[in-house]
């Protein structure tokens, strides 16, 4: 870029580097979604298109930045791990923040009518993004575990809330409360006896939110696709050497899918199977 005498005014933008050899946790929420949901008619308690939006954009966003290795979304909110050793914009916090939140939401704008095909965006939805960082493993189970229960805290209330009002013909007003001092136990009885609804068969989708996880994709070997197109055995395969597909090297990146899931992911099993999470 060229100089001139109006230059000196970008010594006012200071540097915002994130600190080195930290997990980056990115978590964005909608911006006053409850009149969102409420314009555009989502369905109480659970908007399953509503949420299958959210997962399609996570997912949009896990394709275009490889750093992120996991995600966790509920209702309007997503948090997103970027390995410890990403270097994503040289870690410049605010390039990051604004970069992913709108990438995020454009691609929820995209995808909208796939979606709500007979509901015209009303208005443009937006989300607020921020970032904190966590030095320790445990920091990230925990936050992550945190999120998960969070998730169950507030499904089992707006699924009892919703009962109260939708089935049980109760204000808004009767049905808080109704609720107000109760606990867990309480609501599921609340939700067994007055409506025959078992909590535990709530979908999983409600009660544990969306997981999103990377996993490399284990390669075939170079003789067994040689032998798929040629239909000889490895032995007796005449493909010249010119034609064999090139070895990979070791300092390529493997390829890598995205794998949408509803499961627990407080207890250990989940960590102790994708130990690569973590790996930075």
Known sequence: MAGSKFSYVRNFELPDPLLPDTYIVFRLDGHSFHRFSDVHGFVKPNDKRALEL???AALKLMEEYRDIVLAFGESDEYSFLLRRSASLYNRRETKIVTTLTSFF??????????????????????????????????????????????????????TVFWALVQQGGLTTTDAHGTLRGTVSK???????????INYNEVDERYRKGSVIVREEVRPTSSRASIDAVTGENAEESTVPDRLQPKKKKSKDKAP?????LHCDIIKDDFWIARPEILAG
Do not use: C
């Open 256 to 260: 890598t899918q995205m794998t949408l």
């Open 105 to 158: 939401t454009s691609s929820y704008v995209f995808m909208w009518h796939k979606y709500f095909p007979d509901t015209p965006l009303q208005y443009p939805p937006s989300f607020d993004g921020r970032i904190v960082l966590y030095p320790r493993e445990q920091h990230i189970r925990d936050y992550f575990s945190w999120r998960q229960a969070d998730t169950h805290i507030n499904n089992l209330y707006n």
């Open 54 to 56: 959210m997962d399609q």
């Open 186 to 196: 309480q609501k599921h009885e609340i939700l067994f006896t007055r409506f025959q």
